[in-house]
């Protein structure tokens, strides 16, 4: 059966996993973690790097490091958002062609699917490392609250990594599958997830022979734990300016390091009450001389600084219990998923709402991309009993005279779903309709998410009224919007045109993808390379240790001095494939080296 891996593209960390003989389990990257930074970066030199070794070197190529890409993707340029982004972010946003996002990294100009595709691609070289075999397919998840902007781009993140995005599904869902996996239960849950730039709330139904179904949902896609990070920052950095009057924000440097320090501080005050904040030479003063950062924090001022972000989660819960018609008593158990939930001040805050002790029983970090896993698996196996019923977190609708929404399809609506709406001409040989598509909750058309202009175009000519059109807006199982349209008179499809709001064209993707495609075979090769080079490399070098000995023993004889002579040829051929850095050569080498490192230690051991 064909691999399906499930991948969590996270905010901050990313994971993936997959069903191994029924089994779910997660893969570990080279380095032997289980979840790798969802960081890029590019180096001077022009090197592409993912993961930790971006994270790394964060600090000292700032300007060049991309994190938490996942808040931007989808998003237009002007949102709100993207202009916090911009303010706060160490790297350069930019403004794109299509009113979306782009980053510049060392001069060059990436789309925010473009970035997210290095992460996924990673994630696919993780998994195709672990299985000794390709994999094409993948589930990826999305915070269940991602509107269809969000959604569409990161299906473009995985078509550019070159992946065959089977399924799109809500990151607490995946939790829920994981939770529920194989344990036959039945229990209404609440799957709270709280991760690094998301919040989530699902209320789910787990029934008898593996359905799952949503009942409500939402949250809130810019709200996590780097918002938390930044509270901290803010903190720091105005502490520092009272004292010394010196903005540390100025420094972009100085930036990542306190990034890095208040992340590190908030997971420490995870378990103990109080942790240091020690930044030596943060900035030098006017003076030219250095400065240093040096600040207790502690737990009960972290829990003051997260007090409002940490009650805006607990807000959410509450409307969503609500929409769901549910009482608290009624949800028998409470999932915590994402690393924030780690904190003491989350916890309780959960269970005080809730009522009830959260179950910890999870993984929070892996129990996502398990649930895609399995979501994975169960899709391309028709034997396995699991049914998956989601909803859609916003309500779709159209633009109505007077800048109105008018709602087509609810919030909370299992998807995939539809529904149509007739359409007549207003005026007499009107050739051309447009229909604005958002999603949002407001009645206001503009506080809501515009998806697109569907133009339908090319209407018969007839008098007004004359001619009625039929529009399927539907919504499929990824939660991912279509237009249809259809002349109820002649039952001709109509052409529809789409224009795209924010997203990429056709055209770019396929050269984001051929790129992206260039990239790996690149990367390949360096790591083959590398690869030959050590192995060569260290046959050398044994064969230079014993080559005195060898020419001691043999160069009395003509047949001694011309293997003398053949070795060395062999070893100069070797250097200066590896001084080429070509692959193939020195691999051709390679043999030639084994052959006379066997030959010399035979020479020696016999005497
Ligand atoms: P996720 O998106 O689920 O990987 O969650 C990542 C977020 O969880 C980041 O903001 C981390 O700083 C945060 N996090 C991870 N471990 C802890 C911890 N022990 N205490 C508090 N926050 C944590």
Redo the contacts with the bound molecule.
């Keep these: 059966m064909e691999k399906v891996i499930g991948i969590d593209l996270?905010?901050?960390?990313s994971c993936v996993a997959i069903v191994e003989n029924g089994t779910p389990v997660v893969i570990p990257n080279r380095g032997g973690y289980k979840?790798t930074p969802s960081m890029v970066a590019v180096t001077e030199a022009g090197k592409r790097l993912v993961g930790h070794i971006a994270k790394r070197q964060a600090i000292t190529n700032a300007e060049n490091t991309v994190y938490a890409a996942k808040r931007l993707i989808g998003r237009k340029w002007n949102s709100p958002q993207v202009k916090n982004a911009v303010a706060t972010s160490s790297y350069r946003i930019v403004e794109g062609p299509h009113n979306d996002v782009r980053i510049v990294l060392r001069d060059k100009e990436f789309s925010v699917p473009e970035i997210s595709a290095m992460v996924l691609q990673e994630m696919k070289v993780i998994a195709e490392d672990y299985l000794g075999e390709s994999v094409s397919k993948a589930v990826v998840t999305v915070p269940a609250y991602f509107n269809d902007n969000q959604r569409q781009a990161t299906k473009d993140a995985g078509e550019i990594a070159g992946l065959d995005v089977i399924r799109i599904i809500n990151e607490p869902t995946a939790a829920a599958l994981s939770y529920g996996f194989g344990r036959n239960i039945e229990k209404t849950v609440a799957v709270y997830d709280f991760?690094?730039?998301t919040f989530d709330i699902s209320i789910l139904e787990i029934g008898a022979h593996g359905v799952f179904k949503v009942i409500a949902t939402a949250g809130d896609t810019f709200l996590?734990?780097?918002d938390?990070?930044a509270r901290i920052i803010d903190w720091l950095v105005s502490g520092f300016k009272e004292e010394h009057n010196i903005d540390l924000r100025q420094d972009r440097m100085a930036l990542q390091r306190l990034k890095d320090a208040a992340?590190k501080a908030?997971?420490e005050?995870?378990?103990v009450r109080e942790t240091e904040v020690n930044l030596p030479f943060i900035i030098s003063s006017g003076r030219n001389e250095a400065l240093h950062l040096q600040r207790t924090l502690t737990r009960q001022t972290l829990e003051e600084l997260a007090e409002d972000l940490v009650e805006r989660t607990v807000d959410i819960c509450k409307q969503t219990l609500e929409d769901a018609k549910l009482g608290k008593d009624e949800i028998e158990e409470v999932v915590l998923?994402?690393?924030?939930t780690?904190?003491p001040k989350i916890q309780s805050a959960v269970q005080a709402f809730f009522e009830k002790e959260p179950n910890k029983g999870v993984h929070?970090?892996e129990v996502v991309a398990l649930g895609a896993a399995i979501q994975g698996a169960a899709l391309v196996d028709d034997k396995q009993e699991m049914v998956l019923l989601d909803v859609t977190p916003h309500a779709l609708g159209i633009m109505t005279f007077g800048s109105y929404f008018e709602e087509l399809i609810p919030q909370n609506t299992t998807v995939p779903t539809h529904r149509t709406k007739i359409f007549t001409t207003s005026r007499d040989n009107q050739t051309a309709v447009k229909i604005l598509v958002m999603q949002g909750e407001s009645q206001r058309a503009e506080e809501n998410e515009l998806l697109g202009e569907f133009i339908l175009t090319g209407l018969r000519r007839a008098p007004k009224g004359q001619v009625e059109i039929e529009v399927t807006f539907e919504i499929n199982a990824d939660g991912i919007v279509s237009v249809r349209a259809k002349d109820l008179e002649t039952g001709l499809e109509q052409s529809i045109q789409v224009t795209a709001t924010s997203g990429l064209t056709r055209e770019e993707i396929k050269t984001m993808m051929d790129n992206a495609k260039d990239d790996l075979v690149d990367r390949r090769t360096s790591e083959e390379f590398e690869a030959a080079k050590q192995e060569a490399e260290k046959l050398i070098a044994e064969i230079e240790k014993l080559f005195p000995q060898v020419q001691q023993i043999v160069a009395s004889s003509d047949f001694g001095r011309d293997a003398i002579e053949k070795a060395r040829a062999i070893v100069d051929k070797a250097r200066s494939a590896i001084e080429r850095r070509d692959a193939a050569a020195v691999k051709e080498q390679i043999e030639g080296l084994t052959r006379t490192h066997r030959m010399f230690k035979g020479v020696v051991a016999k005497t």
């Design positions: 996270g905010t901050t960390n979840t991760g690094g730039g996590g734990g780097e938390i990070d992340e908030k997971c005050l995870s378990s998923v994402g690393g924030m780690r904190m929070p970090d």
